[in-house]
């Protein structure tokens, strides 16, 4: 089922999402939609609180298949990467925007496993884009302070 995707100005976006501490089938079932609705969009990433629900789920596919993470967290950061990034919270809206050039997060999958998940290029960016969405941050903020 494709959801609703929530816009830049709806509060949800700004909450600290909380973590999810049972894998329920309201959560598999939460992750296969985000996924649908991601794809629909033709996004390569999509956090919960985008969909209006604040707990801490996120899934991405830079083309590789979909990767979906439970309380993620970045644990790893190196280098800088400056490139272009867009949301699909904040419709036909692109900037430059420096990250960390390569990461590694940890979460759990669906399983309840603990996952490790290392990337760099655009796999590195979706994940910290999609985990600042847990936290309320969004891709804009970062423009005032890297200018
Ligand atoms: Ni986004």
Known sequence: MKLRIYEENEPVLRLKAKPIS??????????????ETMYHANGVGLAAPQVGISERLIVIDVGEGPLILINPKIVEKEGQDRDVEGCLSIPGRSEYITRA??????????DGKPITVEGEGLLARALQHEIDHLDGILFIDYLKEQK
């Open 22 to 35: 049972k894998i329920t089938k309201r959560i598999r079932e939460l992750a296969k939609n985000m996924l």
């Open 101 to 110: 050039a390569k990461v590694k997060a940890t979460g759990i999958n669906l």
